[in-house]
């Protein structure tokens, strides 16, 4: 079934996140309706859309017919009942379980029986917010990155009880919105936000260990891997405090594994109020007069950085296939697309070569004696077996 473009879209929270998501459903052809708790936000997110709009029209991105029509196709609502007609209502409200359960629960009085559900949750259980519903069969996790009108990633999670067929169906939704879907199971983090851990984490032991500073972690996983920005730079550009609570989050969802165990030199950033860009210092200070600290160039350190956080990134992404979260070509396509890697994890490991992918981990392993190190039981079984990711008998 494709999404008529009649079908109306519903998003409720006109934040960054709702008012991006509102955007690109009326950009698709979809009448949109926005709903905020707070009254007047949604017909500022309305008036915030509009501009943006006109904005790209006025310098020729898109067709002024076109950014006039999508504009007059999305209408702020002030209640509930208002979305009453709709066929898809994604939330993007606050990050909170009770609070996502109590709207779906009445949402439900007021829409549809055929109505679907989704939530741009990043770190909560779809299953558990689907439990809130007469019919969890009809929800479903539509997970948008930030801006939602300019990255094409959308996670697509299907709860434990959602209707199997109702991955596919938003996967093609997603897909004539222009977006760049991909399938995931409801587990912590889902494929990014979970594969992504050892960019920051291991980069935080790197330092803490005193074995470099942070700018020259930054400029060896720029210039040896090739990455947009160094670890350090990317979590103040995220947010220190938004960065630590994904880590922290994810972490208590996997009941504390310690692959996954938060840093207290991140700790102490958050609470120090150096939170990164938006309050001018973070790891580094973005002040209009900061001078940037010189990196080290010494050719052996840099590749020793990037091998380690490398080796750690591709052991989760092989783990993460091997717990069936997500398709390899999804896995490959999640990173890529929702966080800019300039390659896919598993076909990085391919390159640099399977067993020696393993010979680092379990190096790292006897070294430390850490159970954060231990390496992917798929990555021993393809070594052992000689097979490659994306080789002929890859998985
Ligand atoms: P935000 O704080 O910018 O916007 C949330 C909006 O929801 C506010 O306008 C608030 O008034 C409204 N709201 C709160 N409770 C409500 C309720 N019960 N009913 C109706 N409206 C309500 O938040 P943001 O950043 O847009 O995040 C929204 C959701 O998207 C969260 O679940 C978040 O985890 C998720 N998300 C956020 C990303 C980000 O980078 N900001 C990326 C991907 C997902």
């Known amino acids: 079934m494709t999404m008529e473009k009649e079908m109306e879209v519903a998003v409720i929270g006109a934040g960054t996140m709702g008012s991006g998501i509102a955007q690109v459903a009326a950009q698709a052809g979809h009448k949109v309706r926005l709903l905020d708790a707070r009254p007047g936000a949604a017909a500022q997110g309305v008036a915030r859309v509009r501009d943006t709009l006109n904005l790209l029209a006025g310098k ?10 999508a504009g007059e196709r999305l209408e702020a609502v002030e209640a509930l009942e208002a979305l009453k007609g709709a066929h898809l209502v994604i939330e993007a409200i606050v990050e909170d379980l009770a609070v996502k359960r109590g709207l779906f629960h009445d949402l439900e009085r007021v829409v549809t029986p055929t109505c679907i559900l989704a939530t741009n949750t990043s770190s909560l259980s779809i299953t558990a917010m689907a439990g809130a519903c007469a019919h969890p069969e009809r929800v479903i996790g539509l997970h948008f990155f930030n801006p939602a009108p300019l990255l094409p990633l959308v996670e697509v999670v299907p709860g434990l009880v959602t209707a199997p067929s109702l991955a596919g169906r938003c996967s093609a ?32 032991r790197i330092f803490e260990e005193g074995l470099a500073d942070m700018a020259t972690i930054d400029h060896a996983m720029r210039s040896v891997g090739g990455f947009r920005m160094g670890p350090f730079e990317l979590m103040d550009l995220i947010g220190n405090d938004v960065n630590f609570a994904v880590t922290r989050s994810v972490f208590e969802a996997f009941f504390f594994d310690p692959r996954y165990r938060p840093s207290i030199t991140q700790q102490r950033q958050v609470e120090s109020g150096r939170l990164g860009r938006k309050t001018g210092c973070g790891y580094y200070d973005h002040g209009p007069n900061a001078v940037p600290p010189r990196p080290a160039d010494d050719p ?96």
Request: include cysteine; hydrophobic fraction near 45%; charge should be neutral.
């Open 60 to 69: 020729g991105r898109l067709p002024a017919a076109e950014a006039a029509a």
């Open 173 to 204: 939704w997603m897909a004539a919105w222009g977006k760049t879907p991909v399938i995931c199971c409801d587990t912590p983090g889902f494929i990014v936000n979970r594969v992504a851990r050892p960019f920051y984490g291991e980069a935080l």
């Open 300 to 395: 052996s350190l840099l590749e020793t950085i990037f091998h380690r956080i490398i080796v750690m990134l591709i052991n989760e992404a092989a783990e993460a296939l091997h717990l069936r979260i997500a398709s390899r070509d999804d896995l490959e396509l999640a990173m890529t697309k929702g966080v800019n890697y300039p390659k896919g994890l598993l076909r990085w490991a391919d390159e640099l070569g399977l067993a020696w992918c393993l010979a680092r981990l379990e190096q790292l392993q006897a070294e430390y004696g850490e159970d954060r190190y231990r390496p992917s039981p798929l990555l021993r079984r393809m070594v052992r077996e000689g097979r490659s990711f994306h080789g002929p008998d890859g998985r």
